[in-house]
C-alpha cells in the first residue's frame, strides 16, 4: 500500500505475487474522535467485516490539519482512506483541492441535507452540538443560561470557560455561528465577562465538573457521558441559536481501498453505526430511526434538528485565520 515506500525486496515480493502493491484488507482512518470511542467502533466494525483491517490515526483537531497539510505537500501524498473529523470547514478545501471522493452511500438517503455534501462528497458520521452546560452544585435550575445572549450577564463574570477556537474546530464553529448570529459585540461581552479558554473540551468538562466554574461553553457528547456517569452537570440547548455540527466522514482520493472505504461509511452511517455512536459516545444521530443517547428525549433531538442554525461553512473555511486572530485579540491579549 502507499503508506510506507517499497525497498527492493518488497519490490520483488509483490511482483512474484503479482500484486500491485495494493492492500485489499487495510484501511487507514484519520481522525479527531475521542480514542475509547474510535477503539470501540474500531473493534465493532472488524468484527462485522473480519476481512478488514481498520488502522486508526486519531489526534486532536489541529494536529490532524497539520498532518494532512504535511502529507499533502510530500511526495507520498495523503496517506489515509478516510478522514473523520469534527466539522466540515477543512473537507471543503480538500474538495477544491481534489482530494475527496464521491460516494452515493445507500445509507445517505436517511441523513437530512443539511447534514451532508450536495454531490456526496461527506456525510455527517455524528452529530454535535456546542452547548450551555453548567454544575448543578452551583447553580440552580431556574438561575441558569437559557441563552447564549444571558452568558453577557455580569452574574457570570469569571465564572464562564469554553475551549479554544484555535485548537478545538468545535470551538471554532461555534464562534463563527456566533459571530454571524450576535456579531462581535457578543465575543467582546464574553471578554468583558472574563471568560476564560482551556484547550480542550475535555479540560472544560474537568474544570466545569470540580467547580472551578459555575458554567461552560462545551459539546453536549462529552457533559452528558459525564453526567450519566454521575457527574453533576445539567445541559442546555439555547433556543436563541443551536450549534449542531456534522461531524463528516469522507473517502480520499488517494484512497487504496476504496471498496473498504465504502463499506466504512456504510458501517458508519447504518442503524447499527449509528446506534453504536449512540450508545458508546452519546452522540445525537442525523438518522431518525435511531433511539437517542441515554439521557435524550426524542423531543429534544427534533427541536435540535429542526432549530438548527445555518452555518456557512465555506465562510468558516476561508474566514478561519482572520476569526482565530480577531477572537485572540479580543479574548486572549
Not at 12 to 30: A, F, H, P, R
Not at 59 to 72: H, K, P
Not at 92 to 108: A, N, T
Request: proline letters at 5%; hydrophobic letters at 40%.
Amino acid at each position: 500500500m502507499r503508506r510506507a515506500a517499497y525497498g527492493l525486496l518488497g519490490l520483488v515480493i509483490l511482483w512474484l505475487g503479482g500484486c500491485d502493491g495494493q492492500n485489499d484488507n487495510m484501511l487507514t482512518l484519520y481522525t479527531s474522535m475521542p480514542q475509547p470511542i474510535i477503539e470501540k467502533i474500531e473493534g465493532e466494525f472488524e468484527k462485522a467485516y473480519p476481512d478488514l483491517d481498520l488502522e486508526v490515526i486519531r489526534e486532536s483537531t489541529t494536529a490532524l490539519r497539520s498532518r494532512i497539510e504535511l502529507e499533502i505537500e510530500s511526495p507520498q501524498g495523503l496517506q489515509a482512506d478516510l478522514v473523520w473529523a469534527a466539522d466540515p470547514s477543512e473537507y471543503l478545501r480538500l474538495i477544491d483541492q481534489g482530494l475527496l471522493r464521491q460516494y452515493d452511500s445507500p445509507e445517505g438517503s436517511h441523513i437530512p441535507t443539511k447534514f451532508k455534501d450536495a454531490n456526496n462528497y461527506y456525510y455527517g458520521g455524528r452529530l454535535i452540538s456546542m452547548c450551555i452546560v453548567y454544575n448543578t452544585n452551583q447553580v440552580r435550575p431556574e438561575a441558569a443560561p437559557r441563552l447564549w445572549s444571558d452568558l453577557q450577564d455580569s452574574v457570570w463574570k469569571d465564572n464562564i470557560i469554553s475551549p479554544d477556537p484555535r485548537r478545538s474546530g468545535s470551538a471554532l464553529a461555534w464562534l463563527a455561528a456566533m459571530v454571524e448570529q450576535k456579531g462581535w459585540e457578543f465575543i467582546e461581552a464574553l471578554g468583558a465577562n472574563h471568560i476564560v479558554i482551556a484547550n480542550s473540551n475535555g479540560e472544560v468538562a474537568d474544570r466545569l465538573e470540580k467547580g472551578e466554574f459555575q458554567v461552560a461553553i462545551l459539546l453536549d457528547y462529552v457533559a452528558r457521558s459525564k453526567k450519566v456517569a454521575g457527574s453533576p452537570l445539567e445541559i442546555i440547548y439555547p433556543e436563541d441559536g443551536i450549534v449542531l455540527i456534522p461531524s463528516p466522514i469522507a473517502i480520499t482520493q488517494t484512497s487504496d481501498n476504496i471498496k473498504g472505504a465504502e463499506t466504512f461509511i456504510d458501517y458508519v452511517l447504518s442503524p447499527e453505526g449509528q446506534e453504536l455512536l449512540a450508545r458508546e459516545g452519546s452522540f445525537l444521530s442525523a438518522r431518525s430511526d435511531v433511539a437517542p443517547p441515554t439521557g435524550v428525549d426524542r423531543a429534544t433531538v427534533k427541536n435540535a434538528l429542526d432549530r438548527a442554525l445555518v452555518i456557512d461553512w465555506n465562510e468558516v473555511s476561508s474566514n478561519r485565520i482572520k476569526t482565530i486572530r480577531r477572537f485572540k485579540q479580543i479574548i486572549l491579549d
